[in-house]
């Protein structure tokens, strides 16, 4: 079974940092781009960040680039996002997804993980 | 940046009806569009890629049409799982992570 399993979320002050983990499972880790996508309360899908399979193309929304990292550990089937100087509007849950279809171009996401909560509260 | 513009944002459908709704790209995206479907506190699921190909697993009932600009979702008849929120993305060009707004369908 193709699976993704988020970890990490939590509560956590203004300014401060936290790293997720998404851990994947069913399927050939290093044939993929990864993504990380954001739900604030309420809210829309927001996308957060996208890495190629080599992580040599690494894109970010204008929104978290130069607070937020993404990266993947090839060996470990793993895809990681650090987040540092973090803001109350960062709260959201963060999904990790596949971007499925044809490697080397941007592609449709599936499957999607069940999401880390990650919450931003003094 | 493509920006992907959804309507209406509410849909209020009786089960068994047909439920028809638009999603708009600010500059053409050919067929590089995919459709996901998201209940209360769950993942999103994706339902059409392509514009107009069923994700796996999909029921019929679901059909997906546009290119270019243009886009609609189509559910022939709605059964009582199918209220949610529906997304359109498009990924033609990176960063390809743009979401519309999304369109509630809700019971009438």
């Known amino acids: 079974e193709v699976q993704l399993v988020e970890s990490g979320g939590g509560l956590v002050k203004p300014g401060g940092s936290l790293r997720l983990s998404c851990v994947a499972s069913?399927?050939?880790?290093?044939?993929?781009?990864m993504n990380w996508v954001r739900q604030a309360p309420g809210k829309g899908l927001e996308w957060v960040s996208s890495?190629?399979?080599?992580?040599?193309?690494?894109y970010y929304a204008d929104s978290v680039r130069g607070r937020f990292t993404i990266s993947r550990d090839n060996a470990q089937n793993s895809l990681y996002l650090q987040m540092n100087s973090l803001k109350t509007e960062d709260t959201a849950v963060y999904y990790c997804?596949?971007?499925?279809?044809?490697?080397?171009?941007?592609?449709?996401?599936?499957?999607w993980g069940q999401g880390t909560l990650v919450t931003v509260s003094s | 940046e493509v920006v992907m513009t959804q309507s209406p944002a509410t849909l209020s459908v009786s089960p068994g009806e047909r439920a028809t709704f638009s999603c708009r790209a600010s500059?053409?995206?050919?067929?590089?569009l995919a459709w996901y479907q998201q209940k209360p506190g769950q993942a999103p699921r994706l339902l059409i890629y392509?514009?107009?190909t069923r994700a796996t697993g999909i029921p019929a009932r679901f059909s997906g049409s546009g290119s270019g600009t243009e886009f609609t979702l189509t559910i022939s008849s709605l059964q009582s799982e199918d209220f949610a929120v529906y997304y359109c993305q498009q990924y033609n060009n990176w960063p390809h992570g743009t979401f519309g707004q999304g369109t509630k369908v809700e019971i009438k």
């Open positions: 069913g399927f050939t880790f290093t044939s993929y781009s």
């Open positions: 392509g514009a107009s």
């Open positions: 890495i190629s399979i080599t992580s040599n193309y690494i």
């Open positions: 500059q053409s995206v050919s067929s590089n």
């Open positions: 997804a596949r971007d499925d279809g044809v490697a080397a171009r941007p592609n449709w996401f599936d499957p």
